[in-house]
Structure formats: structure tokens, C-alpha cells
């Protein structure tokens, strides 16, 4: 298994500004991954974080909204950029193991006022 | 695409009564499934997987889930529902040859006294 923590746990943020939020693992993987979850809703894949690479982004996500940083293999950010009410979600972040396990960090609770 | 439909936004329950949450996904190729849970305010817990082999996996908490391929589900069971199984749970498929994670839109427990 693997253990993740996420920094902020939450936050409240005024609209126009950024956030940026951190993972850390306890071990190194390669493939580190970035999710949204809206008030109510399931989850939302954001992007894929390897290191060494550029992040792959999904459908509907872009790197000047959500840039990402991969330094090494233990850990990530994801900024919310120009941020809005619509922003205001849980940001979670999990890394995959073994038969495409994820595991997921606590996720970061933020509000856009 | 693939996707993955979970019958039931909400699962209403008697202590001790069976648990049945229902989820199918769209596939040719058989997928690696997951069920996840997650309870109020915390991360995404991992209640079990099948990736090949033995069609009925067991899980943590009593749960288990049995692949039907010909039906394309992988529906959540447990005998005996606790109070302590009141969360969101989360079926998820990773395509094949991919890493990544397609989440349904999750099925809420409720457990009554």
C-alpha cells in the first residue's frame, strides 16, 4: 500500500486567486494522478502527473487552469488557478501500484468565495 | 468510451439485512474492477478488486462482489449490513492497457436501526 498526504486539508480562497495543493507519498511510483470532486458528485480524473514528462491532461481540463508539477517521484502539485465559485470542490490526489491499484490521499476541501 | 453506471443514487437498509449495490460497466475487454468507500469527510478507501482469476473477490468489512462477464456488472454484496457501512461507495473500472481510473456516479448506504 502506500500512504499519501495532501496539504492544505482545506481552504477558502477568494475568486481570481490561486491555491496550490501538495501530495506526498511514502514511496516512489511512477504515475501520480489528480481528481476533482464536486459538491455531491463522483469522481472526475484531472490529470496524470508522471515524472520526467509533461502532465496528460482530461477532456475539459487544461494546463493554464490547472498546471501541475512533478519534481520527483514522491511528489506533486496541482495549482487551481483564476479561481471561481465553480472551483470550489475536493481535491484528491492518488498514485497506482500494482493491477492499477489507487490508493488516495485525504483530499483537500477547498471553497471559492 | 468506456463508462460505468451504478443503479441507485441511494441504498436505504435495515441493520442486518443484505446489502446489494449494483454497478455495470461498458466494456469488450474486461476491465479491472473496483469498489470503493468512502465515508463522510475522509479520501477514497479500496473495498476490493478483481483483476483475473476467481470471479467472487472478497473484501474488507464482510463485502464481496462476484464479476459477471456476460451480464457486464460486478455487483457489491454483504449478508448483513452494520451501521457502521453508512458511506458512499464508488464503483470503478480501469480500461484495459490504461492506468487510469473511470468512476461511476456513486451509490450512498443508509443503514437503519
Known amino acids: 500500500s502506500a500512504v499519501i498526504s495532501q496539504k492544505p486539508s482545506r481552504d477558502i480562497c477568494q475568486r481570481g486567486t490561486s491555491l496550490t495543493i501538495q501530495c506526498q507519498v511514502d514511496?516512489?511510483?511512477?504515475?501520480m494522478f489528480w481528481y476533482r470532486q464536486q459538491p455531491g458528485q463522483s469522481l472526475t480524473l484531472i490529470a496524470t502527473?508522471?515524472?520526467?514528462?509533461?502532465?496528460?491532461?482530461e477532456s475539459g481540463f487544461v494546463i493554464d487552469k490547472f498546471p501541475i508539477s512533478r519534481p520527483n517521484l514522491t511528489f506533486s502539485t496541482l495549482t487551481v488557478s483564476n479561481m471561481s465559485p465553480e472551483d470550489s470542490s475536493i481535491y484528491l490526489c492518488?498514485?497506482?501500484?500494482?493491477?492499477?491499484?489507487?490508493?488516495f490521499g485525504p483530499g483537500t476541501r477547498l471553497t471559492v468565495l | 468510451a468506456q463508462s460505468v453506471t451504478q443503479l441507485g443514487s441511494h441504498v436505504s437498509v435495515s441493520e442486518g439485512a443484505l446489502v446489494l449495490l449494483r454497478c455495470n460497466y461498458s466494456?469488450?475487454?474486461?476491465?479491472?474492477l473496483f469498489w470503493y468507500v468512502q465515508y463522510p469527510n475522509q479520501g477514497l478507501q479500496l473495498l476490493l478488486k478483481?483483476?483475473?482469476?476467481?470471479?467472487l473477490v472478497k473484501g474488507i468489512n464482510g463485502f464481496e462482489a462476484e464479476f459477471k462477464k456476460s451480464e457486464t456488472s460486478f455487483h457489491l454484496t454483504k449478508p448483513s449490513a452494520h451501521m457502521s457501512d453508512a458511506a458512499e461507495y464508488f464503483c470503478?473500472?480501469?480500461?484495459?492497457?490504461?492506468?487510469?481510473?473511470?468512476f461511476g456516479t456513486g451509490t450512498r448506504l443508509q443503514v437503519f436501526p
Open positions: 470503478a473500472v480501469s480500461p484495459y492497457n490504461t492506468d487510469k481510473l473511470i
Open positions: 514511496s516512489q511510483v511512477t504515475m
Open positions: 492518488s498514485v497506482t501500484l500494482h493491477d492499477n491499484e489507487q490508493f
Open positions: 466494456s469488450s475487454v474486461p476491465p479491472y
Open positions: 478483481y483483476t483475473t482469476g476467481a470471479t
Open positions: 502527473a508522471n515524472q520526467g514528462s509533461e502532465a496528460t491532461y
